[in-house]
């Protein structure tokens, strides 16, 4: 059974940083695109971050300069690195990949609440 477990999500006064981790898990045979979305209160869910298999990223222009996605493979983890954190960025954080199980398969993980306070 597939399984995206985040973690490292918290409480965190602004100006503050939070490193989440996402971990793949189960039979997986590839993972493609790997991306960070996140859904404040009363609001749509937006992609945050976006990671390629080869390493190319992309940010959502509200986060560029202060989020940083990475991944390793040899894990199949993904983690989202924020500083600067803003009352803004108040969201439950979601992992969400494009698995080969092997057929392909968009899943997603239950997400992690970042809280940064005033």
């Known amino acids: 059974q597939v399984q995206l477990v985040e973690s490292g999500g918290g409480l965190v006064q602004a100006g503050g940083s939070l490193r989440l981790s996402c971990a793949a898990s189960?039979?997986?045979?590839?993972?493609?695109?790997m991306n960070w979305y996140r859904q404040a209160p009363g609001k749509q869910r937006e992609l945050v971050a976006t990671?390629?298999?080869?390493?190319?990223?992309n940010y959502a222009t509200s986060v560029k300069g202060r989020f940083t996605i990475s991944r390793d493979n040899a894990k199949n983890t993904v983690y989202l690195q924020m500083i600067s954190l803003k009352p803004e960025d108040t969201a439950v954080y979601y992992c969400?990949?494009?698995?080969?199980?092997?057929?392909?398969?968009?899943?997603w993980g239950k997400g992690t609440l970042v809280t940064v306070s005033l």
């Open positions: 969400n990949a494009d698995l080969r199980v092997p057929y392909a398969i968009n899943y």
């Open positions: 189960g039979s997986i045979f590839r993972i493609d695109d």
């Open positions: 990671i390629t298999s080869g390493g190319s990223t």
